[in-house]
């Protein structure tokens, strides 16, 4: 089976200092994907980056990179110079043959 | 359009009622997933289809669930007999592909759904 575990349910940061949200998940596959994803109060939720697993250069976009350790089955989101547009809910998936599996996800809040 | 779409956004229903839920998933994708997201918690998947293939129902949680998509485009969720803890909000997600590509979902706002 399939799990992906946020051992944090909220964080919080200082407005333009640097975050991170941990991830692990569980899987015996080789072959699969990693996301994460915001969902701000507005409900939609948004891509903010994707990791090949078969790729071993962390993936960054802008301000947030990732810390993909697949040994450790470990995929951290790192957010820097963090935003108030930055708060909202963050939430980890992971992708395998047709399925998605999401975290429980972490409320983030910056601090003006 | 330029997203994926869904509608009503709020439906209120008594319990007992049955409701039909709505997405319009981006033009072209052919995958098509629907989640359930409780207050406070994660998504739950659904159910997926994937072109013309038999969708995978293996989320759904009870007979009172079913989905239904034409083609490649509109897709919508009934649930019958709704009770309380249908309450949630319902989202929809498409992408170009099945996951074997690795594409990413593009979600749609949701409905959220409250069972009196």
């Known amino acids: 089976a399939q799990t992906v575990t946020q051992s944090q349910p909220e964080m919080s940061v200082q407005e333009a200092e640097t975050v991170t949200l941990s991830c692990t998940y569980d899987?015996?596959?080789?072959?699969?994907?990693l996301f994460w994803y915001k969902q701000p109060p507005s409900r939609q939720m948004i891509l903010v980056i994707r990791?090949?697993?078969?790729?071993?250069q962390n993936a960054t976009e802008n301000r947030f990179s990732v810390n993909f350790q697949k040994a450790a089955k470990s995929f951290s989101l790192k957010i820097s110079d963090s935003q108030l547009g930055d708060t909202a809910m963050y939430f980890c998936?992971?992708?395998?043959?047709?399925?998605?599996?999401f975290g429980t996800g972490t409320s983030l809040t910056v601090i003006p | 359009g330029a997203g994926v779409s869904q509608s009503p956004s709020n439906k209120v229903t008594e319990k007992g009622k049955d409701v039909e839920l709505r997405c319009d998933p981006i033009s072209g994708h052919t995958a098509l997933y629907w989640y359930r997201q409780r207050l406070g918690q994660g998504l739950e998947f659904l159910i997926y289809?994937?072109?013309?293939?038999?969708?995978?129902k293996s989320g759904l949680p009870s007979d009172r669930f079913s989905a239904e998509r034409t083609g490649e485009s509109v897709s919508t969720l009934t649930i019958q007999r709704t009770q309380q803890e249908d309450s949630a909000v319902y989202l929809c997600?498409?992408?170009?592909?099945?996951?074997?590509?690795?594409?990413?979902?593009?979600f749609g706002p949701g409905t959220r759904l409250t069972v009196t």
């Open positions: 899987t015996s596959e080789n072959n699969y994907y």
């Open positions: 998936a992971f992708l395998t043959g047709n399925q998605f599996y």
């Open positions: 289809f994937q072109g013309n293939s038999a969708p995978d």
């Open positions: 990791q090949e697993a078969y790729k071993q």
């Open positions: 997600a498409s992408s170009l592909v099945g996951g074997q590509g690795g594409y990413e979902q593009y």
